[in-house]
């Protein structure tokens, strides 16, 4: 996996791959609902990449983001762009289902475009698994998909589609549904692909 998304961003310039965005306004919104305008609320942007969310992220005055991806040449291309401001984000290079994250670290974790490509029960699984340890209780979760109408393969790879139920269930009772909304996006090329947005609360562990 590692080496297809490093072949990726090593033929392909950033703005030309197909999730691109000039600004993930719809992550944004939901990151700062989830937030709660708390600008000192930790938070994990996974599959950041080279996306500019992380670069808004800091406009906007949060000052503890993380940033994972799978692969280093995404990071380094967000890092160039940032300069100085590179040095003040925490920057992870790693599979999110391996990756050895802190426990109870993070107050939102946020995710667009990486676990529809979890193509096994077990990827799943280790994936939620790594939410339920690395947020805290009460903390956010917010992923985004392909919807039911979303595309099946996406960058040479199979991709699941979701619907908020199917979604929900893949991450279990601890998780509160707060909010969904449904987007087409325009891919660089001209087409449109569904995504599905969720935002999900950890429910602090039954005694």
Same mark, same amino acid.
């Given at each position: 996996?590692?080496?297809h998304?490093? $072949? @990726?961003? $090593?033929? %392909? ?13 719809? /992550? ?6 989830? #937030?709660?305008?708390?600008? /000192?609320?930790?938070?994990?942007? =996974?599959?950041?990449?080279? /996306? +500019? &969310? @992380?670069?808004?992220l ?6 503890? !983001?993380a !940033? ?6 995404? &990071?380094?291309l967000?890092?160039k762009?940032?300069?100085? #401001?590179?040095?003040?984000v ?22 667009? #475009?990486?676990?529809?490509f979890? +193509? ?6 280790a994936?939620?698994? %790594?939410?339920?340890? #690395?947020?805290k209780?009460?903390g956010?979760?917010?992923? /985004?998909t ?5 595309? +099946? ?6 991709? =699941? ?6 979604l ?9 549904? =707060?909010? +969904?909304? %449904?987007?087409?996006h ?15 609360t ?6």
């Amino acid at each position: 996996m590692q080496q297809h998304w490093d $072949n @990726v961003y $090593n033929t %392909k310039a950033a703005n030309q791959v197909s999730w691109f965005r000039p600004h993930l306004e719809t /992550s944004l919104a939901f990151l700062e609902r989830a #937030a709660g305008g708390d600008r /000192s609320a930790s938070i994990l942007d =996974v599959g950041g990449g080279a /996306s +500019t &969310l @992380v670069d808004d992220l800091i406009e906007r005055g949060y000052h503890r !983001v993380a !940033v994972l991806d799978i692969t280093q040449a995404a &990071l380094d291309l967000a890092q160039k762009r940032l300069g100085d #401001a590179a040095r003040t984000v925490q920057w992870i290079h790693a599979d999110v289902t391996q990756a050895k994250l802190p426990a109870g670290c993070f107050d939102v974790w946020h995710d667009r #475009a990486v676990f529809h490509f979890l +193509t096994t029960p077990q990827q799943r699984l280790a994936y939620a698994g %790594k939410v339920v340890s #690395a947020l805290k209780p009460g903390g956010h979760l917010v992923v /985004s998909t392909f919807g039911p109408e979303g595309p +099946t393969r996406c960058s040479g790879l199979d991709a =699941v589609r979701y619907d908020a139920a199917s979604l929900h269930a893949e991450f279990g009772e601890r998780f509160r549904l =707060v909010a +969904t909304l %449904k987007e087409l996006h325009q891919t660089p090329s001209g087409a449109a692909q569904q995504f599905l947005y969720c935002h999900f609360t950890l429910e602090p562990q039954p005694h």
